[in-house]
């Protein structure tokens, strides 16, 4: 039998990932709680890849907060997940929303984040030219707010 430790969550969390098990990832971040195991930040990034994958845009989203408020980092990877599984079920204002979130704690978006921005603008609209525009405008707010500006063009 397999011991369950910090070891063999991580794993298992993972791998739900790659096996698009949400539920499952979940469920292995919750064992991990309740054994007083200490989440991080690639455990957790892995459970919002996976809710990403499956569209499960609400768990991610409360995995983002529940981040916050454990104080486990959330970098990159972790918002362009959560905007990721916004974007992929037409939730593109709760993915720009993001964007924004992103900046008040001082993580830097990159062409992950403008690219999950740009396709969830355009799977909402179904244009790229309205995507485009739309995602422009998001970008100078976000230029005027704090000097924020993507690397790459949109």
């Known amino acids: 039998s397999v ?3 910090r070891f063999t969550c991580v794993a298992a969390v993972s791998a ?11 469920a292995f971040l919750g064992e991990m709680g309740g054994r007083s195991m200490q989440l991080d930040n690639s455990t ?3 459970a919002l890849s996976a809710c990403a994958i499956c569209k499960q845009w609400k768990h991610a ?3 983002l907060d529940e981040m916050a408020v454990k104080g ?10 959560a905007a990721s599984a916004c974007g992929r079920v037409r939730q593109w204002v709760k993915a720009m929303q993001l964007l924004g979130d992103m900046a008040a704690v001082g993580v830097e978006a990159n062409n992950i984040t403008w690219g999950t921005l740009y396709l969830a ?5 179904g244009n790229s030219r309205e995507a485009s525009r739309l995602l422009r ?9 704090d000097g924020a500006t993507p690397n790459s063009q949109v």
């Open 16 to 26: 739900c990932e790659k096996r698009d098990a949400w539920a499952q990832a979940l």
């Open 61 to 63: 989203l409360h995995l």
């Open 121 to 125: 603008t355009r799977l909402k609209f």
């Open 44 to 46: 957790c990034n892995a």
């Open 3 to 5: 011991q369950m430790n």
């Open 72 to 81: 486990i980092e959330r970098d990159t990877i972790t918002f362009n997940a």
């Open 137 to 145: 405008e998001m970008v100078a707010r976000c230029a005027e707010v």
